[in-house]
């Protein structure tokens, strides 16, 4: 099994920044990629970065520019640096993992909310 736990999210301003975190624990072998979606009150979930265990970053286009997925892989935990934000921004963040064996887990989600 595997284990992502959250972290960071919250209350900012329209402009404002914030920055999520997740960490990976358990089966955690031949990760694929690890990545963030999020899902806005109504709406489906919707891709927003992915970072592979090489490094490669693919980002949705709206917050391309905005946004930045990195990893730290000796410490199993994926960032999403936030700036920018806006009100669009508001939904509940949830952290993903995929293995090669094409196993997916997800964690339980963080709410970012962004007042403008």
């Known amino acids: 099994q595997v284990q992502l736990v959250e972290s960071g999210g919250g209350l900012v301003q329209a402009g404002g920044s914030l920055r999520l975190s997740c960490q990976a624990s358990?089966?955690?072998?031949?990760?694929?990629?690890m990545g963030w979606f999020r899902q806005a009150p109504g709406k489906q979930r919707e891709l927003v970065a992915t970072?592979?265990?090489?490094?490669?970053?693919n980002y949705a286009d709206s917050v391309k520019g905005r946004f930045t997925i990195s990893r730290d892989n000796a410490k199993n935990t994926v960032y999403l640096q936030m700036n920018s934000l806006n009100p669009e921004d508001t939904a509940v963040y949830y952290c993903?993992?995929?293995?090669?064996?094409?196993?997916?887990?997800w964690g339980q989600g963080t709410q970012v909310t962004v007042s403008s």
């Open positions: 970072i592979t265990n090489g490094g490669s970053t």
């Open positions: 358990g089966s955690i072998f031949r990760i694929h990629h």
């Open positions: 993903t993992l995929r293995r090669f064996d094409l196993m997916v887990y």
